[in-house]
């Protein structure tokens, strides 16, 4: 089983977070808890869980990520996208991703 973390969207104005280890939600990837065996990975699909129906998130998912000199990398794109932002200029305030980062 490969490494995963916990993401979804805040509610309140749909951004892409993370829980680290703190069992906050952050909009860092790079701040997520890592979870290396399957009872990490059920513990954090049961904060997901709970998040969700305490209304503080949605779309929660335990996504694959590598390790990669202490930088968290998702193996998706879709997931790369999230963490990064757009891959192309969007709107005042949204620098487009690091092409390096979203390479697959």
């Known amino acids: 089983m490969g490494d995963k973390v916990l993401?979804?969207?805040?509610?309140?104005?749909?951004i892409a977070v993370w829980l680290d280890a703190n069992g906050k939600w952050s909009t860092s990837l790079?701040?997520?808890l890592v979870a290396r065996h399957a009872e990490a990975?059920?513990?954090l699909e049961a904060i997901g869980?709970?998040?969700y129906?305490?209304?503080e998130v949605v779309d929660v998912a335990v996504v694959d990520v590598q390790e990669i000199n202490g930088i968290l990398w998702p193996l998706r794109l879709r997931e790369?996208?999230?963490?990064?932002?757009p891959t192309?200029?969007?709107?005042?305030?949204?620098?487009p991703a690091d092409?390096?980062?979203?390479a697959v």
């Open 99 to 102: 092409p390096e980062f979203i």
């Open 41 to 43: 990975v059920a513990a």
């Open 49 to 51: 869980k709970k998040s």
């Open 80 to 85: 790369r996208i999230r963490a990064q932002g």
């Open 53 to 55: 129906a305490d209304n």
């Open 7 to 14: 993401t979804a969207n805040r509610l309140t104005d749909g």
């Open 30 to 32: 790079q701040e997520a």
């Open 88 to 95: 192309m200029e969007y709107a005042p305030g949204y620098a």
